[in-house]
């Protein structure tokens, strides 16, 4: 099998089972990724960060960079393609039919359902990226990385209690960290 069609199928099995979007499907992309190549945690970290900082969903971003780093335009093309068409069918079928049995308790028992393991997705993500970024080389490397920590906790603070956008918040931090990395170098 060549190496677009299995970035393809990878991708959309992805997009397919990667209920919750964003950032609750990280774990399955990055198991996606670590069969095309070895990818470390904070190599993995990179990515959701430049996936977050450009504009469209995460698994699109995520899926196009990998797909590139793989096997060039052809690759992220593929990857592409592959995480976006489950989305197309599966909105499409349930529009089509949430309508009709809205007010079946059936649904609405799903429905409950989904959202506790959407939301413990997101968490498995967030520990995920945090880990890399708190511990950068590994928990058992002994390094922690304080300033990540309180820049983490800042664009938190940041989010919670202003009316900034993601996109101001995530140019102030990367600034931050530019500053960081030009006043370790003095």
Request: a neutral charge; aromatic letters at 10%; proline letters at 5%.
């Amino acid at each position: 099998m060549t190496l677009i069609i299995q970035l393809f199928l990878t991708f959309f099995k992805i997009g397919f089972i990667g209920f919750g979007g964003g950032l609750a499907i990280l774990p399955l992309v990055y198991q996606g990724i670590s069969a095309f190549s070895p990818i470390t945690q904070e190599e993995f970290a990179n990515l959701v960060g430049i996936s977050q900082a450009t504009p469209g969903p995460i698994a699109v971003n995520a899926a196009t960079y990998v797909g590139f780093l793989t096997a060039g335009i052809p690759g992220s093309l593929a990857s592409t393609i592959g995480v976006a068409i489950p989305s197309f069918i599966l909105v499409s079928l349930t529009v089509k039919f949430i309508d009709k049995y809205k007010e079946s308790r059936l649904v609405q028992g799903g429905f409950l359902g989904i959202r506790p393991a959407a939301m413990g997705m997101i968490a498995s993500a967030f520990i995920f990226v945090g880990e890399s970024a708190a511990f950068p080389g590994g928990i058992g490397a002994g390094s922690f990385d304080l300033a990540a920590c309180l820049m983490a906790a800042a664009t938190f603070a940041l989010a919670a209690k202003t009316k900034l956008g993601p996109i101001p918040i995530i140019l102030i931090m990367g600034a931050c960290g530019t500053a960081l990395t030009v006043l370790e170098t003095l």
